[in-house]
């Protein structure tokens, strides 16, 4: 009975555009479609959208790892500037892992992400100019090779 509201469709569009803007990112999408609005059939989404503000804006950097299942991050390094940042970790093995961003002090400063085989997910956090690092948090990971730099400036 009840109509769309205004400010439902305003948040889909905004949360489309945001997700448009992180993901035109870092990969090849050639066709420019900002221009066109995605029907506003979205509302779920940009409810859990709404709920995560810390996921807007700011950079997305894509992490993997060796299928083989080597405990390692490729790249090793990373860079970013100040704002929010995003690590979209791929893990194609078997073997589980996640990523996590820890301050100079070893603080770990990222949203939390859980340890996971076979896909990808997603951390983020607020990062000022400085030198912080990524890490696998399952035990022993770090130890064996699991650890970036992460140069934010
Ligand atoms: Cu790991």
Redesign the pocket.
């Known amino acids: 009975m009840s109509r769309t509201l205004p400010t439902a469709t305003t948040l889909a569009l905004l949360s489309t555009g945001a997700l448009m803007f992180a993901s035109g990112c870092g990969s090849a999408s050639s066709t420019n479609e900002s221009a066109n609005p995605a029907p506003a059939t979205t509302s779920v989404a940009a409810k859990k959208e709404a709920a995560a503000p810390a996921a807007t804006g700011g950079v997305t950097l894509k992490v993997t ?1 060796p299928a083989s299942g080597n ?1 390692q991050f490729e790249p090793k390094t990373l860079s970013a500037k100040a704002g929010n940042v995003t690590i979209e970790y791929t ?1 194609p093995s078997p ?4 990523v996590a961003i820890l301050d100079a002090s070893g603080k770990e400063v990222s949203t939390e992400m859980e ?1 996971f085989t076979s896909g990808n997910k997603s951390t983020s956090a607020k990062l000022a100019a400085g030198i912080y690092k990524y890490i ?3 035990p022993g ?2 130890q ?1 090779g ?1 650890v970036g730099e992460l140069k934010v400036s």
């Open positions: 790892s405990l893990n073997v589980p892992h996640n340890q696998c948090q399952v990971h770090q064996a699991m």
